[in-house]
């Protein structure tokens, strides 16, 4: 009798067992399907229906380039909100400092003697406009003086001039066209010779006495007509277009061409004279913003997994592919998002920060301002290095991110993730994105690396980075990707340990300027 009810436990409890474990496989299977159906419907959604190029079309097209405290960031920040809310996503423009606004109006630079053309060029972010005033004056070099006395001596010959304060640039053809035609011979010579004109118009900067953003200041103070300037960026036709640092005179960028004819004319004895005319608006200091979207979570609301992008750019171009086709992305994978996962575990932020061009400064006050998140942030996934498909995950120096990673990953369908390269525990980021804000604080910040689609050289910072440079079919992969990392990494029941891998330090925290170029504004 106690063996028959030894063996009818034993036998009732073989069948428990089995009866759970067929509950816990059903369960997973179960699970698993249902996170399938979530990844198919985005899938399907993202390749049927896609709406990045409409997005692309409002955002750099009808609004345009998004200068901190521009109006068009200002728009720009208005029309995501909107965005998001049509899409039932709530969201708000979170005030976090103020910057010097400005407002960019027309260039007009022509070159009217020793014959007329008319110049490609721009002025500089934040150079000050000349209202009604058209200036036609003379164009010099800056010589190379023996030291900063002889600076001193020359500059009076400066007054109601234009200065042309940047090297010329001996060969304007692109590295990649110079190796496929140019000899080796050639090849070697170019680039030595054009390493050699870099060091001497350094020597001639320093001799001066000032740096190279100083020197601008001190011309203008001389009496100076304006400031002449040409950014290369080593592409056919590209020039990097920052920030003058003059407060009374325009401060232009001349295309290499033209800035180059400029130079061989005065060089041979020459004395050009262009004629400029220059627009802009100060709107002393204005709010900045970053744009907040949230999708509350339902089992774990206090944990969140963040989507990152910065939202303003340099004003040369349109800011397409830096930082517009980042912010795409999320917005893109957001609406996603929003459709097709209908209760989130863990909460849901999209972050489009402003001001990243001067220093990540919106990404650093929002850490400022939100330990609640950072505290308790499972990932936050930034993008910002141009239109490519991503190609590189680094888990940023978290210690268990690999095995986190493993299981997000694995979810991903093969034609997205196939082309990725990770490695992890990786290096926690100390500058460059925003997603270093959030690793200084030992919050998990992971960048999704781009295939450059010669982003460095074509469109980083310059006059091309335009709707036309954006690969679509690429960020169609890429927001997709981001979709469902987001919804792995809130679906997952554990919670990244925000603990550094053996021999990792969190770099320095930086803090946010709350109070942008306001020294500019005094005269």
């Not at 001190?218 to 100076?224: L, P, R, S, V």
């Not at 004629?275 to 944990?303: A, D, V, W």
């Not at 505290?375 to 978290?398: C, E, H």
């Not at 709707?467 to 029941?493: G, H, R, S």
Request: aromatic letters at 8%; glycine letters at 8%; proline letters at 4%.
């Amino acid at each position: 009798m106690k063996t028959k009810l030894h063996t009818h436990r034993f036998t009732a409890g073989r069948k428990a067992t089995a009866f759970a474990a067929g509950l816990l496989l059903l369960s997973s299977v179960s699970f698993a399907q249902s996170q399938q159906a979530v990844i198919d419907a985005m899938m399907k959604e993202e390749m049927g229906n896609s709406q990045l190029q409409t997005l692309a079309h409002e955002l750099l097209d009808e609004i345009g380039p998004r200068l901190v405290a521009s109006p068009q960031m200002k728009k720009a920040n208005d029309w995501a909100v909107a965005k998001y809310k049509s899409w039932g996503v709530d969201a708000h423009n979170e005030k976090w400092g103020e910057w010097r606004g400005w407002e960019r109006g027309i260039s007009h630079i022509d070159m009217v003697s020793p014959w007329v053309r008319s110049l490609q060029g721009t002025q500089l972010a934040w150079s000050p406009g000349m209202g009604d005033k058209t200036t036609t004056a003379e164009v010099i070099i800056l010589p190379n003086l023996a030291d900063s006395n002889a600076f001193k001596a020359w500059l009076p010959s400066v007054k109601g001039k234009f200065v042309m304060i940047s090297a010329s640039t001996l060969s304007g053809r692109s590295d990649v066209n110079l190796k496929q035609f140019a000899t080796p011979t050639t090849y070697e010579k170019l680039n030595a010779d054009a390493r050699d004109i870099t060091t001497e118009w350094a020597t001639r900067i320093k001799n001066t006495g000032y740096a190279v953003k100083t020197l601008p200041l001190a011309i203008e103070k001389a009496g100076a007509a304006g400031i002449i300037t040409n950014y290369w960026s080593k592409e056919f036709g590209a020039d990097k277009i920052f920030d003058a640092h003059t407060k009374m005179i325009p401060s232009v960028d001349i295309g290499m061409e033209d800035y180059n004819l400029l130079f061989r004319l005065i060089q041979s004895g020459g004395k050009p004279s262009l004629r400029i005319h220059c627009e802009s608006k100060e709107l002393g200091m204005q709010p900045t913003y970053n744009t907040i979207g949230t999708i509350k979570g339902s089992e774990k609301p206090n944990e969140y997994v963040m989507l990152s992008a910065h939202f303003d750019s340099w004003d040369g171009g349109t800011g397409a592919t830096d930082n517009g086709t980042g912010t795409l992305t999320m917005i893109e994978a957001m609406r996603l998002l929003q459709k097709f996962y209908l209760h989130p575990k863990r909460t849901i932020i999209v972050g489009h920060w402003s001001s990243e061009e001067e220093g990540l400064n919106g990404s650093h006050a929002f850490v400022e301002d939100h330990p609640e998140v950072t505290k308790n942030l499972q990932a936050l996934f930034n993008q910002d290095n141009g239109t490519g498909r991503v190609i590189s995950m680094s888990g940023s120096g978290f210690k268990e991110s690999g095995a986190f990673f493993d299981r997000w990953l694995a979810a991903v369908p093969d034609t997205l993730k196939k082309r990725i390269h990770t490695q992890f525990p990786g290096r926690p980021s100390g500058g460059g994105s925003d997603n270093a804000s959030f690793d200084m604080v030992g919050a998990p910040g992971f960048s999704l690396g781009a295939l450059n689609w010669g982003y460095s050289t074509i469109t980083w910072h310059t006059n091309l980075d335009t709707y036309d440079k954006i690969i679509f079919d690429d960020l169609k992969n890429n927001a997709l990707l981001t979709a469902i990392m987001v919804y792995m990494a809130c679906e997952d029941p554990q919670t990244l340990p925000h603990t550094a891998a053996d021999g990792v330090t969190w770099p320095t925290q930086t803090m946010s300027i709350r109070n942008g170029r306001l020294e500019d504004l005094k005269k």
